[in-house]
Nanobody, 125 residues
Framework: VQLQASGGGLVQAGGSLRLSCAAS????????MGWFRQAPGKDREFVTA????????AYADSVKGRFTISRDNAKNTVYLQMNSLKPEDTAVYYC???????????????????WGQGTLVTVSS
């Protein structure tokens, strides 16, 4: 399984960005796709997750209402639409995937075996 994240960049506070995670190497019918982020000097944290089979989603409280995860089945791609960005959203964003993630553990990075390379999002004030 290969994950290719892209779409990061520099944006002003209040702006928007859309990240993409192109997945290949498998049929992802039962997989959980997640986004995590790591800010400078901080641990990696959960942002959102999406279950490919039924489209169910989960969000961190810090991004709820501002970020939206979605998919394009034809392209095997998961998107993270980020609106109303804040300086505290500055981080390297990673997409992750696994086929055995439980709902109870989807917020834990250890639940995911496959990771993309990360894409940097910088939000200026």
């Amino acid at each position: 399984v290969q994950l290719q994240a892209s779409g990061g960049g520099l944006v002003q506070a209040g702006g928007s960005l859309r990240l993409s995670c192109a997945a290949s190497g498998r049929t992802f019918g039962n997989w959980m796709m997640g986004w995590f982020r790591q800010a400078p000097g901080k641990d990696r944290e959960f942002v959102t997750a999406f279950r490919w089979s039924d489209g169910s989603t989960a969000y961190a409280d810090s991004v709820k209402g501002r970020f939206t995860i979605s998919r394009d089945n034809a392209k095997n791609t998961v998107y993270l639409q980020m609106n109303s960005l804040k300086p505290e959203d500055t981080a390297v964003y990673y997409c992750a995937a696994d086929d055995s993630v439980l709902i109870s553990t989807l917020r834990h990075e250890a639940s995911y075996d496959y990771w993309g390379q990360g894409t940097l999002v910088t939000v200026s004030s």
